[in-house]
């Protein structure tokens, strides 16, 4: 009942940038923390970026002063601007929602599909 869609990935050159975006939809009562994650094969998905509802942001250390979240609460979206993108940078990007769909309900995760980033040297 709830689907998040990631998108926006793409090919750069080191030094682009390029834009995440991830809308959810469905049964939701309310969105409470929304984040991004990213994985390279034979690793552990790391966080990259999260937001609360309030606003609040957290980077990893690895990303700080170069990438943005932000979400519109209005079209229960979040974005990840990424800026100076890295080699390093590649992998593919999951956006992540905190959902409560219905009073009273748990609180789940619920996750995108998935779009991948490539940064070129």
């Known amino acids: 009942q709830v689907q998040l869609v990631d998108s926006g990935g793409g090919l750069v050159q080191a030094g682009g940038s390029l834009r995440l975006s991830c809308a959810a939809s469905g049964t939701i009562f309310r969105i409470n923390d929304m984040g991004w994650y990213r994985q390279v094969p034979g690793k552990q998905r790391e966080r990259v970026a999260a937001?609360?509802?309030?606003?609040?942001?957290n980077y990893a250390d690895s990303v700080k002063g170069r990438f943005t979240i932000s979400r519109d609460n209005a079209k229960n979206t979040v974005y990840l601007q990424m800026n100076s993108l890295k080699p390093e940078d590649t992998a593919v990007y999951y956006c992540?929602?905190?959902?409560?769909?219905?009073?009273?309900?748990?609180?789940?995760?619920?996750w995108g599909q998935g779009t991948q980033v490539t940064v070129s040297s």
């Open positions: 992540n929602a905190d959902i409560r769909m219905y009073i009273g309900s748990p609180r789940r995760d619920y």
């Open positions: 937001i609360t509802s309030g606003g609040g942001t």
